[in-house]
């Protein structure tokens, strides 16, 4: 490598996270705690410095920094995603963190997970991946175990458990790929691969994806996503079922392009876990009566979706575009549905009824989230659904596509039933107003606005998307 | 132009929201009146203007290009029928509701928001603007039955309406979307995939696009065995909900089969238009035997909506099976079509104001509860009396001439079925004879308070102005049918040489 490039100028979002979490446990440590906002403004602070950095990285052609970080429109996206959802996440939870005794260190631990998940999404070496997938995983473990009450450590203890299972099935999958391929880095693995022995480097690439499968929630990695998103608070929840799984499918998605199809048919192996992933999915979340086992369950039916983009990744250029905007959508749309549930005390969807008259623009913002995540027009979902299909179908997965249809159409009955009984008549008990978020709820009408502008706007965003 | 027509009523809404919220219904309802009365005035001067053959007033925006989606307007003479009586019904509900005092702000606000979206599903030239403007249509007549209807059952009533047209809507969808990854290029554009005819072979993957568009259609028109939404919809809703949800929102499943449906997917049409027949004739048989059973008046009604749609789509089914042999019966069946569906939209928007204007006087619409009504309002009865007819189809009236191009059509088709139809026109013309008979004749009677008389008072101005002018266009239709005739017919042509492709 002659040509090195190594300007730390081009890592600004990603320093600006690091430098926002460092700042948030040591301003937070030096604040009493009644005047813990202020780490929040700062950390809300660093991550506008990142989305800064990023719309100026983004201007520039692609290139790779320390050899092994790749700066690309995947990157970029990513960065923007990520980002957007920390500060809308860190915002709209400010009412159940408050005050809190650990208040600076949610902050802190959103931000690593967040620099975590960005980290995959652009390493292009196996070693930095791993690295990576370390830093999305750790912090969110503590993250997982913030509340400290009953199910939360049981939660967390479940979540580090199989995380750690994972952690260690991934690398042994990379010393494997390493093995056969004899290098580490993305542009020599498929020359490597070429030449060295197929069966190791098809179970070293299986372990690998093992290790993303496990953060991306898909199945069969998907056992910890109900338990922990309900045992959790749900900003904690909307963290843990947003912010890693757009890391590790665009990680995936970089990896997989890099591995020739000829060596390893991974195309249908992710077409598989796709069709798992979706179908089964939806099938749990049929007869739950918690919404955040409910919504945890759906996150695992929308991973399915995104990893039919991932299975005719090399087969179409409109799977990049529609990959980066199913990603964008999923993100809005999911968050705008946790802070639904976290601006109301209610957590089955019976004692949703009657939502609609007390908060109608919370349950109008819930309804727009929910019917988002079946993917009606002009939510942005429908956008990031109707690309994946075209794509599926473009790339000559079409019973993936009709598979998928099917599963839009029979996941409107689980959501349906939620959306329900908003519009009943009001339950008889009243409200507690005191045990209600208004920063939720605005986070709430926020999110369902912005996945509306999402969706209109989306002629305009998926170009951007598409550029390589 | 067009986007003019059709985005002024929600302008004039986003204007009204500015206004203070004060209880004086006036200051909310004229203004709607005269948002009314201005589209009326452009969409005359369309019709002026429509050119001969192909879209008028086309206009085209990309909106998002790489997914094949455009907002593209357009109008011919299958859509600016539908157009003009969508308006007329609105302004006649507005005439109507001139003294709404139950929260009128956001009454007029929601109905302005109606209007929008009603027009813009009969302009709509793409598959997405389609569904859009027809998802909204359902959203914005949920919250119209919901907060303003009668009973205490409105709220369920209208959240069953909701359920069973969003579910329908996505079946829409879902073939839109099969149609859409046929076409090469990908693209929603209703003119471009006619030209296209990316399903020209038929085969499952068109019959399944046929399949759920069809299914998305059925609930909205309703055809039986989908209708169930129906009755409690109307029998909960307001009046001018009732008229605009009969006269208007009913109309886009139908005009969804001969603008989507048909052009679109024309083997598949021609090979299933059997199913379509006998869909129709079981829904004219079933809804005119149910309607005859009612002792609710507006529920009566309701079914005979089932009744008059089924003809529509005996029409549309006959032209599929004559597609490629006879050129004229076609020709009637679907310019019969079309014209029922104005002429339905104006006799049963008219019908459904008299029955609000019954309820207001006697809060009750039970029809054994009132008698002798043509010695006490003889306005009333009269308006009533020849909106029923009209209904009935006798002949003067929009309704005959529909029905007698729909008969004439369909018989060289499936003589059978078109006899099966005719008992229906029996049947319907019985049961509104009864229902005459029983509420307008015979000695007085009405529902009253014990011991406090209420007063029943004849038909105010407000109420003969919103409803007189509806039957007036009725009976113009049926007495000078040409100007609409010669509108439709050329458009049905196009129509029916896309299908017989």
Not at chain 1, 56 to 73: G, Q
């Given at each position: 490598?002659?040509?090195?490039?190594?300007?730390?100028?081009?890592?600004?979002?990603?320093?600006?996270?690091?430098?926002?979490?460092?700042?948030?446990?040591?301003?937070?440590?030096?604040?009493?705690?009644?005047?813990?906002?202020?780490?929040?403004?700062?950390?809300?602070?660093?991550?506008?410095?990142?989305?800064?950095?990023?719309?100026?990285?983004?201007?520039?052609?692609?290139?790779?920094?320390?050899?092994?970080?790749?700066?690309?429109?995947?990157?970029?996206?990513?960065?923007?995603?990520?980002?957007?959802?920390?500060?809308?996440?860190?915002?709209?939870?400010?009412?159940?963190?408050?005050?809190?005794?650990?208040?600076?260190?949610?902050?802190?631990?959103?931000?690593?997970?967040?620099?975590?998940?960005?980290?995959?999404?652009?390493?292009?070496?196996?070693?930095?991946?791993?690295?990576a997938f370390l830093l999305a995983s750790v912090p969110l473990y503590a993250l997982a175990g913030w509340a400290k009450s009953g199910a939360t450590t049981e939660a967390a203890l479940k979540y580090y458990l199989s995380g750690a299972f994972a952690g260690v099935t991934m690398l042994a999958g990379t010393t494997l790929l390493y093995g056969a391929a004899g290098t580490t880095g993305y542009d020599t693995l498929p020359e490597g691969l070429a030449t060295g022995a197929a069966g190791p480097a098809a179970v070293g690439l299986v372990a690998v994806l093992a290790g993303l499968a496990f953060k991306a929630g898909a199945v069969p990695a998907h056992f910890w996503v109900p338990d922990v998103t309900d045992g959790t608070p749900p900003p904690v929840a909307a963290v843990l079922t947003t912010i890693p799984k757009i890391g590790a499918l665009a990680a995936m998605w970089r990896l997989l392009l890099d591995v020739p199809e000829d060596i390893v048919p991974w195309p249908l192996l992710i077409a598989v876990i796709a069709a798992v992933s979706m179908s089964l999915g939806?099938?749990?979340?049929?007869?739950?009566?918690?919404?955040?086992?409910?919504?945890?369950?759906?996150?695992?039916?929308?991973?399915?979706?995104?990893?039919?983009?991932?299975?005719?990744?090399?087969?179409?250029?409109?799977?990049?575009?529609?990959?980066?905007?199913?990603?964008?959508?999923?993100?809005?749309?999911?968050?705008?549905?946790?802070?639904?549930?976290?601006?109301?005390?209610?957590?089955?969807?019976?004692?949703?009824?009657?939502?609609?008259?007390?908060?109608?623009?919370?349950?109008?913002?819930?309804?727009?989230?929910?019917?988002?995540?079946?993917?009606?027009?002009?939510?942005?979902?429908?956008?990031?659904?109707?690309?994946?299909?075209?794509?599926?179908?473009?790339?000559?997965?079409?019973?993936?596509?009709?598979?998928?249809?099917?599963?839009?159409?029979?996941?409107?009955?689980?959501?349906?039933?939620?959306?329900?009984?908003?519009?009943?008549?009001?339950?008889?008990?009243?409200?507690?107003?005191?045990?209600?978020?208004?920063?939720?709820?605005?986070?709430?009408?926020?999110?369902?606005?912005?996945?509306?502008?999402?969706?209109?706007?989306?002629?305009?965003?998926?170009?951007?998307?598409?550029?390589? | 132009?067009?986007?003019?027509?059709?985005?002024?009523?929600?302008?004039?809404?986003?204007?009204?929201?500015?206004?203070?919220?004060?209880?004086?219904?006036?200051?909310?309802?004229?203004?709607?009146?005269?948002?009314?009365?201005?589209?009326?005035?452009?969409?005359?001067?369309?019709?002026?203007?429509?050119?001969?053959?192909?879209?008028?007033?086309?206009?085209?925006?990309?909106?998002?290009?790489?997914?094949?989606?455009?907002?593209?307007?357009?109008?011919?003479?299958?859509?600016?029928?539908?157009?003009?009586?969508?308006?007329?019904?609105?302004?006649?509900?507005?005439?109507?509701?001139?003294?709404?005092?139950?929260?009128?702000?956001?009454?007029?606000?929601?109905?302005?928001?109606?209007?929008?979206?009603?027009?813009?599903?009969?302009?709509?030239?793409?598959?997405?603007?389609?569904?859009?403007?027809?998802?909204?249509?359902?959203?914005?007549?949920?919250?119209?039955?919901?907060?303003?209807?009668?009973?205490?059952?409105?709220?369920?009533?209208?959240?069953?309406?909701?359920?069973?047209?969003?579910?329908?809507?996505?079946?829409?969808?879902?073939?839109?979307?099969?149609?859409?990854?046929?076409?090469?290029?990908?693209?929603?554009?209703?003119?471009?995939?006619?030209?296209?005819?990316?399903?020209?072979?038929?085969?499952?993957?068109?019959?399944?696009?046929?399949?759920?568009?069809?299914?998305?259609?059925?609930?909205?028109?309703?055809?039986?065995?989908?209708?169930?939404?129906?009755?409690?919809?109307?029998?909960?809703?307001?009046?001018?909900?009732?008229?605009?949800?009969?006269?208007?929102?009913?109309?886009?499943?139908?005009?969804?089969?001969?603008?989507?449906?048909?052009?679109?997917?024309?083997?598949?049409?021609?090979?299933?238009?059997?199913?379509?027949?006998?869909?129709?004739?079981?829904?004219?048989?079933?809804?005119?035997?149910?309607?005859?059973?009612?002792?609710?008046?507006?529920?009566?009604?309701?079914?005979?909506?089932?009744?008059?749609?089924?003809?529509?789509?005996?029409?549309?089914?006959?032209?599929?099976?004559?597609?490629?042999?006879?050129?004229?019966?076609?020709?009637?069946?679907?310019?019969?079509?079309?014209?029922?569906?104005?002429?339905?939209?104006?006799?049963?928007?008219?019908?459904?104001?008299?029955?609000?204007?019954?309820?207001?006087?006697?809060?009750?619409?039970?029809?054994?509860?009132?008698?002798?009504?043509?010695?006490?309002?003889?306005?009333?009865?009269?308006?009533?009396?020849?909106?029923?007819?009209?209904?009935?189809?006798?002949?003067?009236?929009?309704?005959?001439?529909?029905?007698?191009?729909?008969?004439?059509?369909?018989?060289?088709?499936?003589?059978?079925?078109?006899?099966?139809?005719?008992?229906?026109?029996?049947?319907?013309?019985?049961?509104?004879?009864?229902?005459?008979?029983?509420?307008?004749?015979?000695?007085?009677?009405?529902?009253?308070?014990?011991?406090?008389?209420?007063?029943?008072?004849?038909?105010?101005?407000?109420?003969?102005?919103?409803?007189?002018?509806?039957?007036?266009?009725?009976?113009?239709?049926?007495?000078?049918?040409?100007?609409?005739?010669?509108?439709?017919?050329?458009?049905?042509?196009?129509?029916?040489?896309?299908?017989?492709?």
């Amino acid at each position: 490598m002659v040509m090195m490039n190594e300007d730390p100028a081009t890592l600004i979002p990603e320093l600006a996270l690091l430098a926002g979490a460092v700042l948030a446990v040591l301003v937070g440590a030096w604040t009493p705690r009644r005047r813990q906002g202020r780490v929040r403004v700062l950390a809300l602070v660093a991550v506008g410095v990142g989305l800064i950095g990023t719309i100026t990285a983004a201007t520039k052609p692609p290139s790779t920094t320390f050899d092994t970080y790749v700066l690309d429109t995947t990157t970029h996206a990513v960065r923007a995603i990520v980002l957007v959802s920390v500060a809308l996440i860190l915002w709209w939870s400010r009412d159940a963190v408050a005050a809190h005794p650990r208040e600076s260190e949610f902050t802190a631990l959103v931000l690593l997970g967040g620099l975590g998940a960005v980290l995959m999404a652009g390493a292009a070496d196996l070693l930095l991946l791993f690295a990576a997938f370390l830093l999305a995983s750790v912090p969110l473990y503590a993250l997982a175990g913030w509340a400290k009450s009953g199910a939360t450590t049981e939660a967390a203890l479940k979540y580090y458990l199989s995380g750690a299972f994972a952690g260690v099935t991934m690398l042994a999958g990379t010393t494997l790929l390493y093995g056969a391929a004899g290098t580490t880095g993305y542009d020599t693995l498929p020359e490597g691969l070429a030449t060295g022995a197929a069966g190791p480097a098809a179970v070293g690439l299986v372990a690998v994806l093992a290790g993303l499968a496990f953060k991306a929630g898909a199945v069969p990695a998907h056992f910890w996503v109900p338990d922990v998103t309900d045992g959790t608070p749900p900003p904690v929840a909307a963290v843990l079922t947003t912010i890693p799984k757009i890391g590790a499918l665009a990680a995936m998605w970089r990896l997989l392009l890099d591995v020739p199809e000829d060596i390893v048919p991974w195309p249908l192996l992710i077409a598989v876990i796709a069709a798992v992933s979706m179908s089964l999915g939806n099938l749990a979340a049929f007869s739950q009566s918690s919404v955040l086992r409910l919504l945890a369950y759906s996150t695992v039916s929308q991973v399915g979706y995104v990893l039919i983009i991932i299975a005719v990744g090399a087969r179409t250029p409109e799977a990049q575009p529609a990959l980066l905007f199913y990603l964008a959508a999923y993100a809005l749309t999911n968050i705008g549905a946790f802070a639904a549930v976290a601006a109301h005390p209610a957590r089955t969807v019976d004692e949703f009824r009657g939502l609609g008259r007390r908060r109608p623009l919370l349950a109008i913002a819930l309804v727009v989230s929910l019917l988002g995540l079946v993917g009606t027009p002009p939510t942005a979902v429908f956008v990031g659904k109707l690309t994946a299909f075209t794509a599926a179908f473009d790339g000559g997965m079409a019973w993936l596509a009709v598979l998928a249809a099917v599963n839009t159409v029979a996941s409107l009955f689980y959501y349906l039933r939620w959306i329900a009984p908003l519009f009943r008549d009001e339950s008889p008990e009243p409200a507690d107003e005191s045990s209600e978020s208004r920063t939720a709820r605005h986070g709430a009408v926020t999110a369902a606005t912005l996945s509306l502008v999402l969706g209109v706007a989306a002629g305009l965003i998926l170009p951007l998307f598409a550029a390589s | 132009m067009l986007s003019i027509v059709v985005f002024l009523p929600a302008v004039v809404a986003l204007a009204l929201a500015a206004l203070p919220d004060t209880s004086t219904p006036r200051r909310y309802t004229v203004p709607w009146v005269v948002t009314g009365l201005v589209q009326l005035v452009l969409v005359a001067v369309m019709w002026l203007q429509l050119p001969p053959s192909g879209y008028g007033f086309v206009e085209q925006v990309a909106w998002i290009p790489s997914a094949g989606i455009s907002y593209h307007l357009g109008v011919d003479g299958l859509s600016l029928p539908l157009v003009a009586m969508t308006v007329v019904v609105f302004t006649a509900a507005a005439i109507y509701s001139l003294r709404e005092h139950q929260r009128p702000k956001s009454y007029v606000l929601l109905f302005l928001a109606l209007q929008t979206v009603s027009v813009g599903v009969f302009v709509a030239l793409d598959l997405i603007l389609f569904f859009l403007f027809f998802d909204l249509s359902i959203v914005f007549m949920y919250f119209v039955i919901a907060g303003w209807g009668q009973g205490s059952r409105a709220r369920s009533a209208a959240l069953t309406f909701f359920l069973y047209t969003f579910l329908g809507s996505l079946a829409l969808l879902l073939g839109f979307i099969l149609i859409y990854l046929a076409a090469t290029p990908h693209t929603f554009d209703i003119p471009a995939l006619a030209a296209q005819n990316p399903l020209t072979a038929g085969g499952p993957v068109a019959g399944a696009a046929l399949l759920a568009i069809g299914m998305g259609l059925a609930v909205k028109t309703p055809l039986v065995p989908f209708h169930t939404w129906l009755p409690p919809a109307h029998t909960e809703a307001p009046a001018a909900g009732s008229a605009v949800l009969a006269g208007v929102l009913l109309k886009m499943g139908t005009y969804g089969f001969v603008r989507i449906a048909m052009p679109l997917l024309p083997a598949s049409w021609r090979q299933f238009a059997g199913v379509v027949v006998v869909l129709g004739v079981v829904s004219v048989i079933y809804g005119a035997l149910v309607a005859l059973a009612q002792t609710d008046l507006k529920r009566m009604i309701a079914y005979t909506s089932v009744n008059h749609m089924g003809y529509v789509l005996l029409g549309v089914g006959a032209a599929g099976l004559v597609a490629e042999t006879d050129a004229q019966a076609r020709q009637l069946a679907t310019t019969g079509a079309v014209t029922q569906m104005v002429s339905h939209g104006l006799i049963t928007g008219a019908l459904f104001l008299l029955a609000g204007a019954l309820h207001e006087r006697g809060r009750t619409y039970d029809m054994g509860a009132y008698g002798g009504l043509a010695a006490r309002t003889p306005r009333f009865a009269g308006l009533f009396a020849v909106a029923a007819f009209a209904s009935l189809g006798l002949p003067g009236f929009s309704g005959f001439i529909a029905e007698f191009q729909i008969f004439t059509g369909a018989l060289g088709a499936t003589p059978v079925a078109t006899a099966i139809a005719v008992v229906g026109i029996l049947l319907t013309a019985g049961l509104f004879l009864v229902a005459l008979s029983r509420m307008l004749l015979g000695g007085l009677r009405y529902p009253d308070a014990p011991g406090t008389p209420r007063p029943f008072p004849d038909l105010r101005a407000r109420e003969l102005a919103a409803i007189v002018p509806l039957l007036l266009l009725a009976t113009l239709i049926g007495l000078v049918p040409r100007t609409l005739l010669d509108t439709i017919d050329p458009a049905s042509r196009v129509l029916n040489e896309l299908v017989a492709r």
